[in-house]
């Protein structure tokens, strides 16, 4: 399952059409997010940094309290310019701008996201 922390509802449907085949559950804001990922883990989050009320680094920080959801990649898509490297505290795996995204990159982004803990648990790399 991956968890959308977005509360664009345009960019919403967006990942819905681009993520067709995937078990995804929206949510419009940070404080219901929270509260779903207190009793759920998903296998991925992508995350907006500027959500309505909490915002998305406010989103990041109490996931750190989570040791549980210490594992699970977050994928960030916001138009506040950033880095990966800046994020990668907050076990964020890629960072993407909105205004420059490109669909295949999240989609790619997305699999290898997916695929990271089969990888793991299946002795590494490809035979």
Known sequence: MIAIIEDDRGWEQ???????GYELKCFHDGLAAVKWLDETKPDLIILDILLVGPTGFAVLNE???YPELGDVPIIVVSSVKMSASELVKYGVRAVFDKGEMMPQGLVKSVQAALDEPRRAKNGGGSA
């Open 14 to 20: 967006y990942y819905r059409d681009l993520l067709k």
């Open 63 to 65: 996931l750190r309290s």
